[in-house]
């Protein structure tokens, strides 16, 4: 042993040099080496050990061998089970051993049969290759460092390879052992000696001599043979010690005070038992049984079924419970044995079959039997029970709950137009003789007599009832007549009309112009000439244009009642007088900065307002009772304060291309018309939004007006050469809302290159409308 | 007739025959009948023709049930009655109606806005007194082209009024009236009522007009006028809203306001250099009590004192000529147009006022009357501008509309009014609608364009209307109404 640990550390010297001189070694070489070296340094006894040793270290060979140690030719073990065990006694041991475990009686053939492969190869999972190694039975005792080397250092080979040598083997200082006598000479001695005490007659293996086994060791196979103890001082009935007794000892062993699980129960324990025995009860843990058993009982055990309606109560039914439809009684048809006339012909049945069965009438024939145990079977039973189920299931029976609204109970409440008569409803005069559009109507203040201004640049005067023209004039032979407006008092019968850009106020003949009223209306067209020649014209800039040119139109034209002509800078397309009747707003949209002009008739002057417009004018009107003055351009309608001269409101009706305005003779409301085929009421007081928008034309609007005779009414012309009339009451409280409602549309004039109707007045008292339209005609509505 | 009966196969209905004609009465036990269900006007008209019940001769005859001709068989009136065959059909048998059938159209130069009429039945031929000469019929017709035109029964003019420039009216005549068989008085655009002195030679083929009194006083037109020539009075009403009250003898007539005279005007106009000058005078009422254009005035037949106008004011006003004072305002729901009164057997007329909302409304001026509407007669489709009673009877008129026809009414006709009529009093129907012949049976144009009624008279010589059609329509007048 003291060899052994002298090699050790002569070899770890030898690895210390070896890594201190051979830096090129790979780590991990190195660290195998040392893991090696280590291995043995803290050495463990087992042979599993020493295997690993015998095929890891087949590179240390060289060095053993470099020790010209003879022992490692062989491999580890044997050297190592027979190192140091040069007494007798070990190797007799190990003879008992070899008899004693009868698997291992011979370990050493099969380690050298196994020399190199004492592991299997198997293919792992991988495909690669495994070594398996054997498992080792460390077997008891198997610790023989202790064990005396062995006295022949022959090694692991038999001894008859020394039969024909006088010894057997060379000690461990190299002497030879000799072999001991042997044979005949000492048969004969031993004949005649008597057989010394403890011999068995058995030579040792190791040293050939004879094996003799002391008193000990034979009282030991003694015992073991008779199955007692081996050790002969063991006791097998010893007294009883009692270390703890219920006697209070004056000296405890222990001064420790008594621990708690002395006397105290586990609780631990007592969870665990806790839960065995809650599995217990809850049966997850069963008292053990037998297989067979077990499965006798589960086969002994039976089905149980429950019946899961059995304590159901009859329920009232729901009151959204409909019913399955009943299917219908069979008929005679369906009978075993159904009258003649219900079996099926022949074509009948052909027909029968012939036909797909998802299409056919019924889905079966009657049959005739004689007995009604002659009916077989129904085929089809359980098919129909099925089908029938189906039907009920996938047809859902749900009582639809109905919203009970009346849709018209969501209308807002307008009246109906029955009850806001009067109104126009039928055409009853029809004006005819204008050639070309007639571009506007106007009836005059006493309302019998009815002016109108067409494209073939005259003004006609007719009276209202009879559609009778009474009076013509023509203005201009090139341009169409734009505009004719009344004079709005009745003071004087004057008419205003519009050619180009020329403005002509006359006195028509009329039944109802007495020579006093005809005075009295040519001295207020005379009036101005007077002013205007006295000088009080305000001073013009020189070389700059007067906004306005007033002068007689000529013989020709005076004779007719024409009087006064005022020509502007640009066509004027609208004329609108103050309800006093001396001024006059013209609008010419093509005019620019001088498009809107006043002009007031008893001064003959001309005034242009504004001195920058936004957007092109389109229409310019009074306010009925307040100095307030009305603009509209395309998109807005601007209201000016007269007195203070400025801008009190813009009104945006949101429309794109306003075509006329009209104010309500209340003064707080507002009606616009478009272009783009919108009807606008603006409630002035309220917002600069439309409180209405109204779109009952397809085409353009070309005017809206106002009733100022005491009716709601309002009305708007067409290009679709519709009229449509509107009740649109203004209550006198001002917190209510104004009502509208459409009552009537108005149609008959015809629509001439895109244009309908193109202007509209209403009668001062009645509930009569006029029209002016692009088929020639103006009509009388009432 | 008997034998009739016992044949009909079918079922019979029991009948009792009623009439209001005295002179047609049936005894009492030959009232009742069984007659069979599908018999018509034609089979019951025949039955009582018979000589077995009045022994009449031929004398048509219509049948009224509960005031509505009977115009199928009894059997469908049963059945759509829902009445059953055992009820007891009470028929009031009336004389039946010839339709108006057109006999001539006399042409003119401009539109005809009047007519009238001179015969022995007609008032100007009863104010004529002797010297009407039976058979001198005449006709008279205001035009617009400012002309009054006299024509014989056979369609010649006998004679034309004068031109503007000779005495004549400066502007359209709206009205003209026989006074008696020589003279005459219109008005018209013009604001001036003329009076005429119209004489007419021996032979009956010519004759001539002077104009012997120019009224002035009105300041707008003159849409109707209305005389009474036993008075010598005169009626206008003008759009001026006032109503005038005029003389036409020069003695009993005031002077004319100066400023109304054609002279009056200083203005360098077209001067009317008249050649032949009448006297001008004045009203002798010119009552303004209209505020709108006053459209008809007219006398109550029974007292000459008493006058009724009608205006596009909605009212109906009772004026005490005498006094020239209103005594009781009618208000109706539409412009009036056109009025006339038809006098009723011992009492205040009924007034037949034609209104611009296509119907006629018949009102009881009476103060005390509980509802002054009476009846309605709708049918029209245009503003309704003549009306005239019909001369045979009280409970007929013709009405003359824009819509280019005259429509004749039988007032005891009637039914209950409808809902969406306005579910008011009483409507009636027209019995006979006379067409324009100018239009040749074509369809009516819109608005009654180009065949407007404008004035139209109903004489025992037939059924005088003008209009637009520039023409003098006369449509037979006799036996159109049940008498």
Redesign the interface.
Known sequence: MKAKLVEKKRKSRDLESDSESDDELGNGLFDGVLSASEDEEDYIPSDQIEEDESESEGSEGSDDEADGDDDDILSDDIPSDIDGETDMDKLRRDAEELEITEPFVDPKPKDEDTEGRNYRIEKDANGGERYVYEEIDPVYDSDDSDAQGPANTIGDIPLTFYDSYPHIGYDINGKKIMRPASGDALQSLLDSIEVPKGWTGLTDINTGNPLNLTDEELELVRRVQMGLVPDGLHDPHPDTVEWFTSKQETMPLSAAPEPKRRFLPSKNEAKQVMKLVRAIREGRILPYKPPEERQREEEEKEEVHFDLWQDEEPSAPNPMHIPAPKLPPPGYEMSYNPPEEYLPSKEEREQWEKTDPEEREKDFLPQKFNSLRKVPAWGTLVKERFERCMDLYLAPRVRKNRLNIDPNSLLPKLPSP?ELK?FPT?????F?GHEGTVRSVAIDP???ALATGGSDGTVRVW?L????Q?WSVKLSSEDPVYTVRWRPTKDAFILAASAGEDIFLMVPTH??V??????AS?EVLAAGFGYAANGNTPAVAPGKEPAGKWSRPGTRLE?EGVLVKITVRSTVKVINWHRKGDHLATTSPEGQRSSVAIHTLSKHLTQIPFRKLHGIAQTAAFHPSKPIFFVATMRTIRCYDLQKLELVKVVQPGAKWISSIDIHPGGDNLIVGSYDRRLLWHDLDLSNRPYKTMRFHPKAIRAVRFHRGGFPLFADASDDGSLQIFHGKVPNDQLENPTIVPVKQLK?HKVVNQVGVVDIDWHP??P?LVSAGADGTA??W? | MDADMLDAPGAQVKVTFTTTEADLQLPDEKKQLLVPADIKRYGLSRILNSELMLNSGSIPFDFLINGSFLRTSLEDYLTSNGLSLETNLSLQYVRSLIPPKFEASFEHDD?VSAVDVLSADSPAGRWSGDSFQHGNDRILTAS?DGLLRIWNASGNIITTSPSAGHGGHS??VKSAKFLSNNQLASA????TVRVWKYTEASNGASGDLKPTLELYGH???IDSLEVDGATKRLLTAS??GAIGFWSTSKASAPEADA????G????K??KVNTSVSAAQRGPLNLMHIHN??ATAAVFDPRDRTVAYSAS??HTVKTIDLTTGAVVNTIST???L?SLAAIPRAGGTPLLAAGT??RHITLVDPRASAAATSVMTLRGH???V?SLSPSPYNDHSLVSGS?DGTCRIWDLRSVRPATQ?EGGMGSVSEPVYIIERESREGKKRT??G?GC?V?GVVWDKLGIFSGG?DKKLQINRGQDVVQQ
């Open positions: 029955a009067p039928v055409v009853q005069t029809i005819r006493t309302g019998v009276e009832l009879t559609g009778r009474v039944s109802s007495t020579p006093t009223l005809e005075k040519r004779d008959g008292r009645e009569w009509r009388l009432m | 539109w617009y502007s359209s018209g655009m013009d604001r300041q707008g037109s759009a001026d400023a109304l005279l054609p009056a005007q200083t203005a106009r077209r709108a254009p596009q004011d729901s539409h412009p147009l611009a909302a489709t245009n503003k501008v824009h969406e819109v608005a364009e407007k404008f637009e």
